[in-house]
């Protein structure tokens, strides 16, 4: 007995704590045993169209084409250009760090939304900003969510007043990637049901209350409106519109629109649950979407990667906060994955060095 006791005295304390874990803690390794190929790489030279750097410093350009070489990206998209002389500034130090392997997106400046010639001031802010070298316009997602005109009410996706800033988008044939909204589960109760509960958690802020909020059904519809009212302007969609979820959904939003493109940025584990699906997917829209990663962070890119090149089975993403799932290669033909990684970008953003690229 007393042997029993001293072992008892010794296992309880981990067991207990081990019941006692909170499912921020739990962390659990699979014991599955599958071939995997890691790829540090991509297979191809490719362009990131959804970037964001604020930092100019000439070492910091260095160690970013440094970054960039390491895992063959050949173009990084800047979408945080700004406008006026910030926008001048950002192109011209990313030019002076390497004259075609960053392209610079602007951004809208809302000053003085209220007033009747605002949507011709801020249209012409844009061609000025384009002619000294944006590539394109980038929309964030204030705009549906948190911007408030004068009287403080929420400024639709589809706000009247931007048209003629869209309207120059297409005259000038530059795209817009254009962020609305957030992932569905950010909309929606926090319960046992949710499979973003866990980012709820961790992240409360995140969450998008009916009180403070509209639907996520609505603010959808809004953006969908945009690009139905703006046909000779070519939209990227960003991370998937959010209806990575829902492939089918977005297949028919692209069958019904042919100016929208979409990209791949932080939405890769939603393609990675459902792999077989999402390859007979890519493969049919494979002339509409392009690569895109949202954050720099270099050690989560071969994640992407592994998605979408190898067919490796149950193995880890790198945002489990976003879905408590493991993920699966799409193994993607290589005709869909040159699109993907450069040739579509090329075709939709203007000035890009093809040169760079096979073929």
Sequence with gaps: MRIVSLLLAFALPGILGAQSLSIEEYSPKSGLVVPQHQVPKARFPFIDVHNHQRSLSPEHLRQLLAGMDSINMRIMVNLSGGYGSRLSQTVQAMKSASKDRFAVFA??????????????????????????????LKIFKNLGLDLKDGKGERIRTDDPRFDPIFEMCGKLNIPVLIHTGEPKGLFEPMDKYNERWLELKKYPRRGRPPDRYPTWEAIMAEQHALFARHPKTKFINAHLGWMGGDLAALGKLLDRLPNVYTEIAAVVEELGRQPRFARQWFVQYQDRVMFGKDTWRLEEYPTYFRILETADEYFDHDRPHHGLWKVYGLDLPEVVLKKLYYKNALKVIPGLNAAAFPD
């Design 107 to 136: 951004n809208i400046d809302f000053t003085g939304i209220d007033e009747p010639d605002y949507g011709k001031r801020a249209a012409a802010q844009l061609e000025m900003d384009v002619r000294n070298g944006a590539r394109g």
